[in-house]
């Protein structure tokens, strides 16, 4: 009978240890199966402070994104990640597990979006960038340029050509003034780096003498193979004296006025930028430059050219003398037309 009564009680053992092994072997399978088919595109999933596992379980499940919240709850208990969970923006993909979520959301690996800033871009254009940004919290909405810079630190300075076009990568939350501070740092440690290094016996009294030079290179020019070249052509012309006669500081000085169509009659109507009707530099940058045309602005190409003319095709011609140039513009401009 007591051999009876053990073999029994044995039996029930191993069959709740079995039931035990199979429940855990279903739990398993069942976090790594993915949690959701979201097609191509990502579903994105926010973690707020405050949240406990269990309300993230309950808002994947009422989202549509997972349907067994009490067991990502049990899992997440059962690896002692309760305290570990990161407040964030996440990405949920197709294939996603519930392990892989888990996993995702205590590392901190939150979306990073990315906003870009490309050279020749004005101002404008870059508070335009960044107002399209729906993840970014917005601090400059409605503000002038003058409280914009302000709030930089910088009060009474012209933004114009004072940010570093590049990207910028940012988490939900950041904001747009966040963006502007990294680019205007950015900027300031380039023109820092490069103005202590230029060459000797150039005409510029200050690094932002230096930057509106690049801000017209970068116009002028989209080649790598022609800034040092440019850049020569101004710093000559500076030199002897000569108007800078180049047409983009023309444009900016027209401002919202400009149509596209840049006519004799803009070339002879005097702003601070007209280059035409004024020597010397303007009183600063026309838009966005990048490292290259700084590096150019600083260490220009040696020569004797003082004239250039675009070809039509991205490139220019050089010139030593005006009648090289004018004939010049007969063949690549005025043939044209």
């Known amino acids: ?8 009680f044995f039996s029930v ?26 097609g191509n595109t990502s579903v994105s999933f926010e973690v707020n402070k405050g949240d406990s596992m269990k309300a993230i379980a309950e808002k994947l499940n009422t989202s549509g994104l997972y349907d067994h919240p009490e067991i990502l709850r049990l899992a997440a208990r059962k690896a002692g990640l309760d305290d570990q969970i990161k ?26 979006h990315r906003v870009t800033f490309v050279e020749g871009w004005t101002f404008k254009q870059m508070l335009a960038a960044l107002a399209k940004e729906k993840s970014l919290k917005k601090e400059l909405t409605g503000l002038s340029d003058e409280e914009i ?13 004072r940010f570093f076009p590049d990207s910028y990568f940012y988490t939900s939350g950041s904001s747009d003034l966040d963006i502007l501070k990294r680019s205007y740092e950015a900027m300031e ?10 060459d000797k016996d150039l ?12 801000s017209i290179i970068e116009k002028e020019t989209a080649s790598d193979d022609e800034r040092a070249e440019i850049a020569g052509v101004f710093v000559r012309r500076l030199k002897k004296g000569m108007k800078l006669q180049t047409d983009p500081t023309v444009i900016y000085g027209i401002g ?46 040696q020569g004797n050219t003082l ?31």
């Not at 009978?1 to 029994?8: A, E, F, G, T, Y």
């Not at 440690?189 to 230029?198: S, T």
């Not at 940058?285 to 490292?291: D, H, L």
Request: hydrophobic share 35%.
């Open 87 to 112: 407040v964030g923006e996440y990405a949920i993909n197709t294939g996603m597990t519930p392990l892989d979520f888990l996993d995702m959301i205590t590392q901190g690996r939150v979306v990073q």
């Open 149 to 161: 810079m302000k709030k930089l630190g910088e009060p009474n300075v012209n933004p114009e050509g």
């Open 13 to 38: 053992i191993l069959a709740g240890l079995i039931f035990a092994g199979w429940n855990y072997l279903e739990l398993q399978k069942t976090l790594e199966q993915p949690m959701v088919t979201v």
């Open 189 to 198: 440690k380039l023109v820092d780096e490069l103005w202590k290094q230029r």
């Open 256 to 301: 919202r006025e400009f149509d596209g169509n840049l006519t004799r009659k803009h070339l002879r109507t005097d702003t601070p930028y007209n280059t035409y009707t004024r020597t010397g530099l303007p009183p600063g940058p026309i838009a966005m430059f990048g490292r290259a045309s700084l590096e150019a602005a600083l260490h220009p190409k």
């Open 1 to 8: 009978m007591i051999r009876v009564c053990l073999s029994i």
């Open 307 to 337: 004239y250039f003319v675009a070809r039509g095709d991205g490139s220019h011609q050089f010139s030593s003398t005006l009648k090289e140039h004018n004939e010049a513009v007969r063949k690549y401009q005025l043939k044209k037309k």
């Open 203 to 214: 005409p510029y009294k200050s690094p932002l003498e230096a930057m509106t030079m690049a």
